[in-house]
């Protein structure tokens, strides 16, 4: 909020004229007569009701990001114990705040009003918790502001505990500083202007005089110049006497007391009569206005935006000149807002000239605090409420809609940035929150539907995206959050019925069939992982700080593929195959009772069928990249942020794996840990085989090397079953220097892409160093070396010329330090033999001994990995004859 946006350089000699004007119209200043002895007494008074305020946002809410910040208040009520500071320091959404007194006391803080537009806000506290500090209220004095006033800004200033900043105020009609497009603005009210140089930490310091008064609030800065804005306090006397005569001191218990605030959803701003007289103002109106102005008076208020379908929509519009409202000649904002909060859900009358043109237009004064949020829905991490006053008129939308303050996971997910406006969710049209809770009721966990939304950048388009409910139970389920301003704290509640879908299992059970082994199924959906994570150590964890990652960071993270291959795509599909657990084509996935998948039988077949007549036009393809290419898989893996764990540094992979195995009851996938970093994450498989996209849960990490294994249930494969295949492994002989290797990958489209290559070394030692947060890196692997591939990004298999998987072509995620703080992210390819993955698989295969894991329904043994808590790394012989390598073993090397 410390950050301002530079002035346009034209403006330079208008503003410096309005300086000029501006010291001409105040008041007269008094000659100042405090002395040091004089400032010296008034800052032993001030100091001591100063205080540091640090607040944590715990949840992104209309113009505010969730985070954490230091600030300063100060008590303006002793007995009643209440604290001025910015509203942006109280924040509008939830929030948990300590104040600091100068001897270091420390005591919690509670909001009870933010004003809805204008910078400033309090906070409660118990008097009586403050045990050993004799300090008293600062009064506020905002008549006593005036041109050439010494002044002082005593506050937290860049994390100080206590600064004093000395100034001299300038200007009491500087406009309304514009912080963000997208964020708070203060407007229909002027600011003060000194050169007291406040940074970051100051907001909501005391601006006082020689006698130890409040004269202003100091609000923000301009970083390019020691120019710090002040706000007025006529506005906050009045909150202030509202809270007042609310509370009573008697009673132990603080009720929430309504601050009448009125508004016609219009901004205004004071425009020097030179400019109005380009308006179109007539001679005889601004003489009229000039006669009933008080002295000095050099403008008028010009309508400069109005929110759509607000009250003032189609009745006012920009450029417009007001003159009179209620019949008196009205060229202040103070005066123009007192008379919109005295009369709240009343009409006034409005005088103004359009064009040189005089109109009258009546207006019914809207309650502000309606069109100010104070509940929020929060699902699945994100926070979605109806579009408030502030953002409707930073974004030039009507009040209400259905806002997105903070994505959160699923949405994230979906694509779906900050400050969207949701329109359309699954197919039904969403214009208030209610409609969005009542159509999210009615969904499943896992279901896939369309969303509908537009963004303030691109207001003309709306843009479509497959939001995916969440499957898993990463996030509670959704609740809304009501603010109580008699707590300071924010209600919960439910807000499904107890038999909405989306409470109930998402998948139906799964039960085998001991006679016939075979698995029976009522939906052909994988399973959830809630009992998935047994055999690798990682699951969900409560209360792991949330981390925003942006779109760019999504775009351009780990293994991204160039999406520029095109063509049609090659397919083929092998009738016999004789590796071990392979479907073959005729097999029966369902019981006759399975009539989801059998009615669009028909259909299905017709996409099998071009599928399959795909391999004709394949004829430029090698033999190896035709036999691989159905067993190949594109993985896009999500990581909850609530499940940030061990050290992984995106939420957002994607990458090629090789199905392994593939049978009735369960299909694995052998894919890289830079892409499956950990189990608690969302994979969702796209075949190249066949165009599906279905879930899959990790099953197996391992410990030390760069592999895991990801399981998928082939009945919700439907039709596809029968095309996608395992592929055929060649864990012996190794790859030897020289040898001739295939490398097939996919792209982002899933078109299959090859290469010859030749092994320049079969055994190359990795030796990734540690990076600055402790996360998963290969170590004690040896990996394979090509002379030639696709670059870093692409990942895939290496075959022989039969299409037989000789290696992974994983992709390795490392750190490049370039000095002491600065490092960067790191990917790089290698080969990854197959006779260790192919070891894990047998075991998984014969049901070797180890600890049961639930897959598709069925619990499953998985393979106990041995291995030796030490790391090697690679060095030269002649180094380790120093280290006491003997002779004989120097021969054997």
Not at 590 to 615: F, I, K, M, N
Request: charged residues 20%.
């Amino acid at each position: 909020m410390e950050r301002l946006g530079s002035e346009a350089a034209l403006a330079g000699m208008e503003t410096s004229m309005k300086e000029e004007l501006c010291m001409e119209i105040d008041p007269p200043f008094k000659e100042n007569l405090a002395t040091a002895d004089d400032w010296r007494k008034a800052l032993n008074k001030v100091v001591p009701a100063v205080v540091v305020l640090r607040t944590t946002a715990c949840r992104a809410f209309d113009t505010e990001s969730a985070g954490a910040s230091y600030a300063t208040g100060f008590v303006v009520d002793k007995r009643r114990g209440i604290i001025l500071t910015n509203r942006h320091v109280v924040k509008p959404g939830p929030v948990v705040a300590e104040a600091m007194f100068v001897n270091r006391e420390e005591i919690p803080v509670y909001p009870i009003y933010r004003d809805p537009v204008h910078d400033f806000g309090f906070f409660r506290y118990d008097p009586s918790a403050i045990q050993f500090l004799s300090y008293e209220e600062i009064p506020l004095a905002p008549e006593a502001a005036c041109v050439g006033l010494e002044i002082r800004v005593v506050g937290n200033d860049s994390g100080e505990k206590v600064s004093i900043l000395a100034g001299t105020l300038a200007r009491l009609d500087r406009d309304a500083p514009h912080y963000k497009k997208d964020g708070y603005n203060d407007f229909n009210t002027f600011y003060m202007q000194a050169a007291s140089g406040t940074k970051g930490g100051s907001s909501g310091s005391p601006v006082i005089d020689w006698q130890g008064r409040a004269v202003a609030l100091n609000a923000g800065s301009k970083t390019s110049s020691a120019s710090a804005f002040f706000l007025p306090l006529e506005r906050v006397v009045r909150a202030l006497s509202f809270l007042q005569k609310g509370r009573d001191s008697v009673t132990s218990t603080w009720e929430a007391v309504t601050i009448p605030r009125g508004t016609l959803q219009a901004t205004f701003l004071h425009k020097g009569f030179d400019e109005i007289r380009r308006l179109g103002l007539r001679s005889e109106t601004e003489q009229l206005v000039r006669h009933a102005s008080p002295p000095g008076e050099t403008g008028m208020l010009v309508v400069d935006s109005v929110v759509p379908d607000g009250p003032a929509h189609k009745h006012l519009e920009p450029g417009d000149v007001l003159i009179r409202l209620n019949g008196e000649v009205t060229t202040q904002f103070l005066k123009m807002e007192n008379l919109l909060d005295d009369s709240v859900n009343d009409k006034v009358e409005l005088q103004i000239e359009r064009g040189g043109k005089p109109l009258s237009v009546e207006l019914t004064v809207q309650d502000l605090h309606s069109v100010t949020p104070d509940y929020f829905l929060e699902v699945s991490g994100a926070v979605i409420h109806p579009l408030s006053y502030q953002q409707a008129r930073n974004f030039r939308f009507q009040c209400g809609l259905v806002y997105v303050a903070e994505p959160g996971y699923m949405l994230f997910r979906a694509g779906v940035p900050r400050h969207a406006i949701i329109k359309k969710f699954a197919g039904e049209d969403i214009s208030r929150l209610e409609d969005f809770i009542s159509v999210l009721s009615k969904l499943s966990r896992g279901a896939r539907v369309p969303l509908e939304y537009i963004s303030y950048t691109d207001r003309h388009r709306r843009k479509s995206v497959l939001v995916t409910v969440d499957r898993h139970e990463w996030y509670a389920p959704p609740q809304v959050y009501t603010r109580n301003d008699s707590s300071g704290l924010w209600n919960v509640k439910p807000v499904l019925p107890l038999d909405s879908p989306l409470l109930s299992p998402g998948v139906n059970p799964i039960e085998q069939d001991p006679a016939s082994n075979s698995i029976s199924t009522c939906a052909a959906e994988i399973t959830s992982m809630e009992q998935a994570h047994q055999c690798v150590g990682q699951e969900p964890m409560d209360g792991v700080t949330s981390m925003e990652t942006s779109c760019e960071q999504i775009d351009n993270g780990p293994h991204s593929l160039d999406d520029s291959d095109s063509g049609t795509k090659k397919r083929r599909v092998e009738g016999d195959l004789s590796a071990d657990g392979v479907l073959s084509p005729d097999c029966a996935l369902h019981e006759p009772r399975e009539e989801r998948l059998e009615d669009p039988g028909t259909e299905s077949e017709t996409v099998l069928r071009d599928y399959q007549g795909g391999a004709a036009v394949a004829s430029n393809a090698s033999v190896a990249e035709r036999v691989i290419e159905p067993t190949l898989v594109m993985l896009e893996v999500h990581v909850p942020s609530s499940c940030m764990l061990d050290g992984v540094h995106s939420q957002h992979f994607f990458g090629t794996g090789v199905i392994i195995y593939h049978s009735q009851t369960m299909g694995l996938v052998a894919v890289d840990k830079n892409t499956v970093a950990v189990s608690v994450s969302d994979v969702m498989l796209s075949f190249a085989a066949y165009p599906i996209e279905i879930p899959g849960e990790v099953v197996f990490l391992h410990p030390v090397h760069n592999f895991a294994l990801v399981a998928y249930d082939p009945s919700a494969l439907g039709a596809g079953a029968s095309v996608v295949r395992a592929a055929e492994l060649l864990p012996e002989p190794a790859l030897r220097r020289g040898d001739s290797v295939c490398l097939v990958g996919l792209s982002r489209s899933l078109q299959a892409t090859s290469r010859k290559s030749v092994v320049t070394n079969p055994s190359a030692a990795l030796n990734i160093g540690s990076a600055d947060c402790p996360r998963y890196r290969a170590t004690n692997m040896e990996v394979i070396e090509l002379d030639t591939d696709f670059g870093s990004t692409f990942s895939g298999v290496l075959t022989d010329e039969l299409g037989r998987v000789q290696a992974i072509w994983g992709s390795f995620s490392t750190q490049l330090k370039y000095s002491c703080s600065s490092s960067e992210d790191h990917q790089f390819v290698r080969g990854i033999p197959i006779y260790t993955i192919s070891q894990i698989l047998e075991k998984i295969i014969s049901r070797a001994i180890g600890p049961t894991l639930l897959i598709n329904g069925v619990k499953r043994p998985m393979p106990l990995v041995r291995i030796l808590e030490v790391e090697l790394y690679p060095t030269l012989l002649s180094k380790a004859r120093s280290f006491g390598l003997s002779d004989s073993w120097i021969q054997l090397l």
